[in-house]
């Protein structure tokens, strides 16, 4: 079955660090660049990172620059975000979805079903 | 950044009814906007790609079109089942961004 399953979420200190997991089933991950978007339930979603085939290039948006790192490893199918320096305005359900193109033009056509972050003492 | 200025933010509508959701990008992206549905504790779900065309599963009763800044999503015959928020987003530059979304519910 062609999924993504993320994992890692829970309940953690503000300044305190957390790394997501992403794991990728039934497709060519290695071929598929990756990113992470977040929702703060009730509000919008908001792309968070992103992260090309090899593992090479890398973007961050402007809220989470320096504080959170991308990565994957295509051994295992499996894309990580590192999160660094929690705030209370991280806490939010975190998705994982996978870049597709058609006419050269990108889109998400699969996402995970999202972890859930909570950043409160 | 570019920016995405959905409207209306919420409608209520008839099983059966035409609806309509526009985007409105703050620079021009050519076809470079997608439409995705969201409903509560579920994955978001891509509908429309490349401003129109269909992706693969999607009831033909969802459309899009436009292309510059201005693109529109329609539901020909809502259902119950469209009951959900809906979200533009643009892929012509990082950051990937996407509109406030539109919350659909049923009258």
């Known amino acids: 079955e062609v999924q993504l399953v993320e994992s890692g979420g829970g309940l953690v200190q503000p300044g305190g660090s957390l790394r997501l997991s992403c794991a990728a089933s039934?497709?060519?991950?290695?071929?598929?660049?990756m990113h992470w978007v977040r929702q703060v339930p009730g509000k919008g979603l908001v792309w968070v990172s992103r992260?090309?085939?090899?593992?090479?290039?890398?973007d961050y948006a402007d809220s989470v620059k320096g504080r959170f790192t991308i990565s994957r490893d295509n051994a295992k199918n499996t894309v990580y975000l590192q999160m660094n320096s929690l705030r209370a305005e991280d806490s939010a359900v975190y998705y994982c979805a996978r870049d597709n193109y058609d006419f050269w033009i990108p889109f998400f056509d699969l996402w995970g079903r999202g972890t859930l972050i909570t950043v409160s003492s | 950044d570019i920016q995405l200025t959905q409207s209306p933010s919420s409608l209520s509508a008839f099983v059966g009814d035409r609806v309509t959701i526009t985007c409105r990008a703050s620079?021009?992206?050519?076809?470079?906007l997608n439409w995705y549905q969201k409903k509560p504790g579920k994955a978001p779900k891509l509908l429309i790609y490349a401003a129109s065309s269909l992706q693969s599963g999607v009831p033909s009763r969802f459309s899009g079109s436009g292309s510059g800044t201005d693109f529109t999503l329609t539901i020909s015959s809502l259902q119950p089942e469209d009951f959900a928020t809906y979200y533009c987003q643009q892929s012509d530059s990082t950051p990937r961004t996407f509109g406030q979304g539109t919350r659909v519910e049923i009258k």
């Open positions: 620079q021009s992206i050519s076809r470079f």
């Open positions: 039934g497709f060519t991950f290695s071929s598929s660049w």
């Open positions: 992260i090309d085939k090899d593992g090479t290039i890398t």
